[in-house]
T-cell receptor, first 113, second 115 residues
């Protein structure tokens, strides 16, 4: 069975500071990994995805994520957060059969002025 | 190009009432999905449709039915709503990609409260 764990339920960060959101997965095969962002009252928006190749992937809004197979992790980072980055972030892994996404529980990010 | 649209945005039901959540996409995607989102649990798949005319159960299908009316539309029906179905419901459609690598696009969600 596959699962996705986001250990941090809430993170508070000051505007301009760096941000790192953790994601760990368990999956028997090569994972396809995603990060989504959900702003208050909105649907999910894809930030970035990893399928293969370079383990450091760049996404929209200045986000990047690094795939580390040895640690079963796919952590999301941003060097300098903006107030508009306050949102909930979801990590997800793709199960190839049926193309079903399994989501982590989410991390809510609060940005302090 | 509106992407994935959902109606209604909000709904309040009494226990035992029925309703249908509508979803449509204009991206010519074959596959469509219904998820529910509950605090601390991420999104869980209710049903999905790999193509027009086919539907399959996801992780939490009990209490729901779906209809893939045509390629564009995929509806979710609650025949007899229960308070446990209070949630935010998201529809998604899948972009066909290279090989098995594909991406889902999400609608804005429907917030449902069952009293």
């Amino acid at each position: 069975a596959q699962s996705v764990t986001q250990p941090d339920i809430h993170i508070t960060v000051s505007e301009g500071a760096s941000l790192e959101l953790r994601c760990n997965y368990s999956y028997g095969a090569t994972p396809y990994l995603f990060w989504y962002v959900q702003s208050p009252g909105q649907g999910l928006q894809l930030l970035l995805k990893y399928f293969s190749g370079d383990t450091l992937v760049q996404g929209i809004k200045g986000f990047e994520a690094e795939f580390k197979r040895s640690q079963s992790s796919f952590n999301l980072r941003k060097p300098s957060v903006h107030w508009s980055d306050a949102a909930e972030y979801f990590c997800a892994v793709l199960k190839a059969a049926g193309n079903k996404l399994t989501f982590g529980g989410g991390t809510r990010v609060l940005v302090k002025p | 190009n509106a992407g994935v649209t959902q109606t209604p945005k909000f709904q309040v039901l009494k226990t035992g009432q029925s309703m249908t959540l509508q979803c449509a996409q204009d991206m010519n995607h074959n596959s469509m999905y219904w998820y529910r989102q509950d605090p601390g649990m991420g999104l869980r798949l209710i049903y999905y449709s790999a193509s027009e005319g086919t539907t399959d159960k996801g992780e939490v299908p009990n209490g729901y039915n779906v209809s893939r009316l045509n390629k564009r539309e995929f509806s979710l029906r609650l025949e007899s709503a229960a308070p446990s179905q209070t949630s935010v419901y998201f529809c998604a459609s899948r972009e066909p990609g290279r090989g098995m690598v594909e991406t889902q696009y999400f609608g804005p969600g429907t917030r449902l409260l069952v009293l």
